[in-house]
C-alpha cells in the first residue's frame, strides 16, 4: 500500500472514519489508486476543498438532476440490452456527452485498462501492471481534455447547456470567488466519478440477481411489481422518475443485497495526528483500511441474519454508519 497500514473491521471504524474532522482524518488514496485517479480527485480531498467538490458533484448526482435523465438512461440501456450489455455507455453519455459509439468504445477499453489494478503494487516498471495502467490514464486525459475544449466552445456558442452532462456542469460550476475548476480538477474527478459508479454499481446488480436466482419468491415479488409497472404502460413508452418511485420493493431487495454483500470493499483515509482507538494509538502519517464488506458479515452475530430477507432493527448498529458528521448522508445521497 505503500506506507504503514492499519485495518479496521467494525462498525467504530466506520464513526471514526466518518465522524472525525478532516485535521485528524484525512481522505487518502494508496499511491496507485491516486496517480491513476489524480491527485484533484474527491477521493484525495479534505476540508473546504472536499466540500467544494462535492458540491459541485452532488449538482449532477442529486436526485432532482437525476431525473430528467430518467428517459436518456432507459432508452441507452434498452438499446445495451440489445446489442451488448456495457453500463460504460450510459456514463459516456451522462458525464461526458458522448454519444460517437467508436469513441466510447475507445474510452471505455482505456478506463478498463486503467481501472483493472487499481490496488496494485505501484512499481512503474516495464511491462507492470500499474505502468500500463499510468498509460490508459494519460490516454484517458488526453480524451477528456480534447473533449473539454470542445465541450468549453460548444457551451460559448449556447448550443450545450450547463447540467446537460456532468462535464457540462463542471464547466460551468465557480466557487464563491468566481473562480472556475481547472482542467485537472475536472478530469481527476471524471476519472474518479467512473471508478467509484462503476464497480459498486455492477457489484450490486450481480449480487441483487444472484439472490434473487436464490430466492425465488423473492423475484416472483420483483416481477409482479414490475409488471404492474409495465402494464400501465403503452408499449415503448419510457420509464419514467413516477415509475422508479414505485419500485420500493425492489429498492428493499437492493437495500437488503447491500446489508449481506457490501458492493465496496474497504475505504482509505490517513491519520493526520496521532489517533487513539479502541485503547491503540494510530500513529500520524499511517494509512487506515476500513473494510465495509468484512464489517457487515461478521457483526451479524446472529446466523439467521445471514439470511436474505432477515433484516431487523438491530441492523442498525451494523450498518456502515456515515453518523452525524461533515460528510453526513454522503451514501444516501451521492453512492
Ligand atoms: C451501489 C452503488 C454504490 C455504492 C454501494 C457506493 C458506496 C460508496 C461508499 C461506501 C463510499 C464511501 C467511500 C469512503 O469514503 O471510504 C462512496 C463514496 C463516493 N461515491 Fe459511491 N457508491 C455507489 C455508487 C456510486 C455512483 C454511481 C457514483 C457516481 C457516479 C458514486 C460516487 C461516489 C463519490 C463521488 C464518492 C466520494 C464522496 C465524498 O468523498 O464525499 N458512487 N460510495
Known sequence: MGCPTVVLNGPAGNRLLFQNDFNIIANKQPISLTRIVGKKSILELSGEDHKRMRSAIMQFLKPEALQKFVGRMNSIIKKHFVDCWDERTLAGDLLFGLNDS??????????????K??????????????RSELKARSRICKRLSSLLKVRRRELHEGKFCPGQDLMSNMLSSRNENGKAMTEEEIIDNMIALMSAGHETTCNLLINVLRL???????????????????????????????????MKYTWKVCQETMRLISPVFGGFRKAMKDVEFGGFVIPKGWQILNLYAKILIDYLV????????????????????FGKNKREGQIKKVG
Open 102 to 115: 467508436e469513441e466510447i468504445e475507445i474510452l471505455s477499453q482505456d478506463f478498463t485498462e486503467a481501472f
Open 117 to 130: 489494478a487499481l490496488w496494485s503494487l505501484p512499481l512503474d516498471l516495464p511491462g507492470t501492471a500499474f
Open 212 to 246: 434473487l436466482a436464490l430466492n425465488p419468491h423473492v423475484y416472483q415479488k420483483v416481477l409482479e411489481e414490475h409488471m404492474e409497472i409495465l402494464t400501465k404502460k403503452e408499449i415503448d413508452e419510457p420509464l419514467t422518475w413516477d415509475d422508479i418511485q414505485k
Open 302 to 321: 446472529d446466523e439467521k441474519e445471514k439470511t436474505f430477507g432477515t433484516a431487523k432493527q438491530k441492523e442498525s448498529e451494523v450498518k456502515i454508519d
